[in-house]
């Protein structure tokens, strides 16, 4: 099974900025759409933003012009570029990879999270 392994999260002040890393590890995979979600305290997941292998970009309206999702397909590493963060941008951030594995099969992993806090 492919890992997703996220770091970069943190505290930081309210227009400030924090950059997330998600690595996958294992072996005989190609990893497809990536992405980042978000789950605040009593809300739901949400999609933040998905990038292709190709490099195709999506964002939810909350983050456009102040994010910008980025992957390294040689490195199986995708990106998450935070600036002008905002108390509401307060969240565990997900990263997640549509993986297709030589063994397994195709399938969507997770990674365990990382927290990213803002204070006003």
């Known amino acids: 099974q492919v890992q997703l392994l996220e770091s970069g999260g943190g505290l930081v002040q309210a227009g400030g900025s924090l950059r997330l890393s998600c690595a996958a590890s294992g072996s005989g995979f190609s990893l497809n759409a990536m992405g980042w979600y978000r789950q605040a305290p009593g809300k739901q997941r949400e999609l933040v933003a998905s990038i292709s292998r190709a490099g195709s970009t999506s964002y939810v309206d909350s983050v456009k012009g102040r994010f910008t999702i980025s992957r390294d397909n040689a490195k199986n590493t995708v990106y998450l570029q935070m600036s002008s963060l905002k108390p509401e941008d307060t969240a565990v951030y997900y990263c997640?990879?549509?993986?297709?594995?030589?063994?397994?099969?195709?399938?969507?992993?997770w990674g365990q999270g990382t927290q990213v806090t803002v204070s006003s």
């Open positions: 997640n990879a549509d993986v297709v594995s030589s063994s397994a099969g195709h399938y969507r992993s």
